[in-house]
């Protein structure tokens, strides 16, 4: 049961977050600057990520990774994008740690099953 008093309610201490920052109202259809600029602020914020063709995942704690996602609106905002979007998707889990590429392996093992 949940406390009333939500401030001692902690945040997950892990969490792996998939985002697409979407940039509006840039010069050109292209965003690859942008997301260029994006990629340069994950590398700097130590925390484990990997880009792919439609977003980022990123793992690390919940303060952390929503931190840095809005560091990277921040900055495209002091670049002189005036909207931005982000579509984010949430995973957290208690029962094990588990990070994105342990996801992806987990998969290929039983893919690999199929060509035997």
């Known amino acids: 049961m949940v406390s009333n008093d939500l401030s001692t309610l902690q945040t997950p201490p892990s969490c792996t977050v998939d985002f697409c920052l979407i940039p509006l109202g840039t010069p050109t259809a292209s965003v690859s600057k942008e997301v260029a600029e994006v990629q340069r602020l994950l590398k700097k914020s130590g925390l484990n990520y990997s880009m792919h063709s439609a977003g980022t ?3 690390g704690s919940w303060d952390d990774v929503m931190r840095v996602i809005g560091q990277c609106h921040a900055m495209l ?3 002189g994008v005036v909207r931005i979007q982000s ?3 949430v995973g957290t889990r208690t029962d094990k740690k588990q990070g994105f590429k342990d996801k992806v392996e987990a998969v290929e093992r039983i893919l690999r099953e199929d060509e035997k």
């Open 87 to 89: 579509d984010i998707r």
């Open 77 to 79: 905002h002091k670049n």
């Open 57 to 59: 995942t990123i793992e």
